[in-house]
């Protein structure tokens, strides 16, 4: 049976992942003020983007390019449908409408452009932009979307302007209506403006080259103005011209809330569970049960003395304010012990840490207490021969204890019992701090002790040293019918409980369960149903 119970408690290397929803529900309420943090930062910032962003209003224009009819084979007796050519006609001409040729010539019939910031107070750039630059700013302001299945194209153009939206485009589309009937007019153009941009670099204004580059120009433009008059195309055809907006697309002030609320979400929730994998520490009573494989016992929340009351040391809460929630933490503790072995089986319980200050001697007392006052004698004895604490919570002198009991040669424990000013609790001190503790704690006269103690008390309780602060407390372990556990919530690491347990386990020693100390109120749900039955009833009393 011993055996089994410890194989049953031995925590497996490969251990199967399951997602816990309600454990990730706990992590979020834990950190709730942090995502609530991120969510403030978004929308404050969608705000104020939203205020001080420059209204951009866009209109746009449906045109219908009509190709050539598909080419039809007729192969044998099968007559074949060939749509290539139109697919092709009808993706080349949109990309004639995202081309520079057309937005230069747009640009020539606007007169220019200026492009424009993004935020109030700013108005156009007067900055020395060269033509180039203007005409690419002009083409980002362009949308070219054709609808699918149909031969319609859409033209959409943003400005911060409502007329100069709708006039960039229903120029581009009149634009392209010229440059689908004079490309090759347009192309030489283009060719020679290029051209002289590229010989300027070398020569003057003034040169004959420049000069009779522009001349050719200018004949191009000629021909160009003369043809706009009477220029058409057959297969254009202008659905819907581009009208004034009325409203601006863009800042949207609910969209952009809704975006900053989801974002400032998503970024809080990453945020949170990256924290989370980055503290190691044991925190919650859901983490005992899934990660060490044992039963938490109870959780005990952060002492927080109340002002209207006299202030205790929280070992002594137990004895001094009985009514309190601490307390009652110890009772819901002791009931666990009781019912985990209602024939006493583990009479004799080891209390232990994983590490230094996780306040396993202020269990140790509360829990004795809690002992105490439900049933019979209790006996607490100070086995922490390295840092001995318990002989100044119970205000008591340290010599004369457990190190003198075990050297002496009768073993007469009640010479060396002091009073713990508590009903029904006797108390142990260390006594001289030894040189070898742990052989001492090791030898058989503790064992006698122990067995001599069980004939007169219900319940023997041992503070002992932190498990991976020594190896007294694994030395003691053997000498016990169980261990108790001191986690403290937030501080104790994840992998340093892992090697506690081991420890414990690999001297074939039982561990009762855990205590999971020092819980913050808003990380455990009791705290709250506590304090609103407690306020309750004292309602009723009064």
Not at 270 to 279: C, M, S, T
């Amino acid at each position: 049976m011993i055996n089994q119970h410890i194989e049953e408690q031995t925590i497996p290397e490969d251990k199967i992942i399951e997602i816990d929803f309600h454990d990730l529900y706990l992590k979020l309420i834990k950190h709730q003020r942090l995502l609530l943090n991120f969510v403030y930062v978004c929308v404050g910032f969608a705000l104020l983007y939203s205020f001080i962003a420059r209204p951009v209003y866009k209109s746009t224009a449906r045109i219908m390019v009509e190709a050539k009819a598909p080419k039809i084979t007729k192969v044998e007796n099968t007559v074949f449908t060939d749509y290539a050519d139109r697919d092709n006609y009808h993706n080349s001409q949109i990309e004639v409408l995202k081309s520079h040729a057309v937005a230069n010539l747009v640009f020539d019939e606007l007169g220019g452009y200026q492009p424009w910031g993004s935020l109030r107070g700013r108005g156009r750039d007067s900055g020395t932009l060269t033509k180039d630059e203007r005409v690419n700013r002009l083409l980002k302001t362009i949308h070219i979307n054709p609808v699918r299945m149909t031969e319609i194209i859409e033209i959409s153009a943003e400005d911060v302007s409502r007329e100069l939206a709708a006039k960039i485009v229903n120029s581009w589309v009149n634009a392209y209506k010229i440059f689908s009937s004079l490309d090759q007019l347009i192309q030489r153009r283009s060719e020679l403006e290029s051209d002289i941009d590229q010989n300027l670099k070398y020569v003057k204004e003034k040169h004959p080259i420049i000069q009779g580059l522009r001349s050719e120009i200018a004949a191009i433009n000629v021909k160009i103005d003369g043809e706009k008059q009477n220029s058409f195309s057959a297969n254009v055809k202008v659905l819907d011209s581009g009208q004034v907006a009325k409203n601006p697309v863009r800042p949207k002030l609910f969209s952009n809330l809704i975006l900053a609320l989801f974002l400032g979400a998503f970024a809080g929730i990453g945020y949170v569970f990256i924290l989370e994998n980055l503290d190691q520490s044991l925190k919650i009573q859901s983490e005992i049960d899934s990660f060490l494989h044992l039963t938490c016992l109870t959780t005990l929340p952060i002492y927080t003395p109340e002002k209207e009351k006299e202030v205790f040391p929280c070992a002594l809460i137990s004895a001094k304010d009985s009514n309190s929630m601490f307390a009652e933490r110890f009772r819901v503790l002791r009931t666990s012990i009781i019912y985990s072995n209602p024939d006493l089986s583990k009479k004799v319980i080891l209390v232990s840490s994983v590490g230094p200050g996780e306040g396993k001697s202020t269990v140790a007392v509360n829990l004795a207490t809690a002992f105490a006052q439900f049933e019979g004698k209790i006996i607490l004895i100070d086995a922490d021969l390295r840092k001995p604490t318990l002989h100044t919570i119970l205000n008591q002198p340290c010599e004369k204890g457990l190190t003198e009991l075990l050297v002496s040669q009768n073993l007469d424990y009640k010479a060396y019992l002091k009073n713990s000013g508590i009903k029904n609790l006797d108390f142990i001190s260390c006594g001289t701090i030894p040189l070898n503790p742990a052989e001492l704690l090791g030898s058989k006269r503790l064992e006698h002790l122990i067995s001599e103690l069980a004939k007169n008390y219900d319940r023997i309780i041992l503070d002992a040293p932190p498990v991976l602060a020594a190896t007294d407390a694994v030395v003691l372990s053997t000498k016990v019918d169980t261990t108790l556990l001191i986690l403290k919530a937030g501080s104790t690491h994840k992998q340093a409980a892992v090697r506690a347990v081991k420890l414990i386990h690999s001297v074939h020693s039982k561990i009762l369960g855990v205590v999971l100390n020092m819980v913050k109120a808003e990380d455990n749900k009791y705290y709250q149903y506590y304090n609103y039955y407690s306020q309750n009833v004292d309602k009723k009393q009064t």
